[in-house]
């Protein structure tokens, strides 16, 4: 089992920058791809970012892109979520995933709170 810890969220005024990072217990992230993922109040929960462990190749939610980078901190074992240009639309808990098809594996941390004030 593969066990999320985010953290890096918290109160930014609209225009600002957050990193998020996303740690894995025990055994690392492996062969996992790993997504960053969003839970606006009152909306589904919806994808953000995502990376692939087999060639490090990224996607973004349309709405990010540009402004959101998707990176592996290899010193640090962790995957970050680098937020910037902010907006008050970002706000979220924003969730840390790790699946694969093979063995099959679906994990999810915590979440951490991202608010952007206008």
């Known amino acids: 089992e593969v066990q999320l810890v985010e953290s890096g969220g918290g109160l930014v005024q609209a225009g600002g920058s957050l990193r998020l990072s996303c740690a894995a217990s025990?055994?690392?992230?492996?062969?996992?791809?790993i997504g960053w993922f969003h839970r606006a109040p009152g909306k589904e929960r919806g994808g953000v970012a995502c990376?692939?462990?087999?060639?490090?190749?990224?996607d973004y939610a349309d709405s990010k892109k540009g402004r959101f980078t998707i990176s592996s901190d290899n010193a640090k074992g962790a995957k970050c979520l680098q937020m910037t240009s902010l907006k008050p639309e970002d706000t979220a808990v924003y969730y840390c995933?790790?699946?694969?098809?093979?063995?099959?594996?679906?994990?999810w941390g915590q979440g951490t709170q991202v608010t952007v004030s206008s």
């Open positions: 995933n790790a699946e694969r098809s093979w063995p099959a594996g679906n994990f």
């Open positions: 025990k055994f690392g992230f492996g062969d996992y791809e």
């Open positions: 990376i692939s462990s087999s060639d490090g190749s990224t």
